[in-house]
Nanobody, 124 residues
Framework: QVQLVESGGGLVQAGGSLRLSCAASGRTFSNYAVGWFRQSPGKEREFVAAISRSGVSTWYADSVKGRFTISRDNAKNTVALQMNNLKPEDTAVYFC?????????????????WGQGTQVTVSS
């Protein structure tokens, strides 16, 4: 069992930056691959980025590639999502999720652990 808590969301103007953090507690965090997903009203949950449990490998949705960076610090049990050059279409609730495997999936249904989410709002 692992518990996840996101933080760092907020309101920012288009072109601005935010850094989201996902803090984990419970079992050994380095055993889990981690993904970030987002969901806005009326839309399906969307894969954003993911990182392997070692932190060596990362994956991104095409819509955020080059603007977002995912990283992790297993010593501190945290995963960060640095979001730069934000656009209004990035507005959503952002969730981190964990799964006990080396390499993460892009499918949210394959994740067993989720945080409560943090709201990101980008104004134009």
């Amino acid at each position: 069992q692992v518990q996840l808590v996101e933080s760092g969301g907020g309101l920012v103007q288009a072109g601005g930056s935010l850094r989201l953090s996902c803090a984990a507690s419970g079992r050994t965090f380095s055993n889990y691959a981690v993904g970030w997903f987002r969901q806005s009203p009326g839309k399906e949950r969307e894969f954003v980025a993911a990182i392997s449990r070692s932190g060596v490998s990362t994956w991104y949705a095409d819509s955020v590639k080059g603007r977002f960076t995912i990283s992790r610090d297993n010593a501190k049990n945290t995963v960060a999502l640095q979001m730069n050059n934000l656009k209004p279409e990035d507005t959503a609730v952002y969730f981190c999720a964990a799964q006990m495997r080396s390499y993460p999936s892009r499918e949210g249904d394959e994740y067993g652990y989720w945080g409560q989410g943090t709201q990101v709002t980008v104004s134009s």
